[in-house]
């Protein structure tokens, strides 16, 4: 089993920037797939990011438009999202997300692990 547990989300005005984190334990973390999805109120939930094992195959969301990096620091098995020039229409609920590489056929999912989430607002 893999624990996921974000950190990092907050309120920001509109053009801001925020970092979030998630940190993970359980599993081998040079061998998961890692990745962000994001839910607005009322909204389906929605591929964000994800970054394969090894870190050097990144994916993005269709609505990121280059505003957004994923990262990862195996050696400290954490996963990193750094989100600049926020819009109101980022706010939601973001959760970090893991699978093992291997098993990963589609970025987009299935992912096994989910973290609960961490808020994010920006106000406009």
């Known amino acids: 089993q893999v624990q996921l547990v974000e950190s990092g989300g907050g309120v920001v005005q509109a053009g801001g920037s925020l970092r979030l984190s998630c940190a993970a334990s359980g599993g081998t973390f040079g061998l998961l797939a890692m990745g962000w999805f994001r839910q607005a109120p009322g909204k389906e939930r929605e591929f964000v990011a994800a970054i394969r094992a090894g870190g050097l195959e990144t994916y993005y969301g269709d609505s990121i438009e280059g505003r957004f990096t994923i990262s990862r620091e195996d050696d400290k098995k954490t996963v990193y999202l750094q989100m600049n020039n926020l819009e109101a229409e980022d706010t939601g609920v973001y959760s970090c997300?893991?699978?093992?590489?291997?098993?990963?056929?589609?970025?987009?999912?299935?992912?096994?692990?989910w973290g609960q989430g961490t808020q994010v607002t920006v106000s406009s």
């Open positions: 997300v893991s699978h093992p590489d291997l098993l990963l056929y589609e970025v987009r999912g299935p992912y096994a692990y």
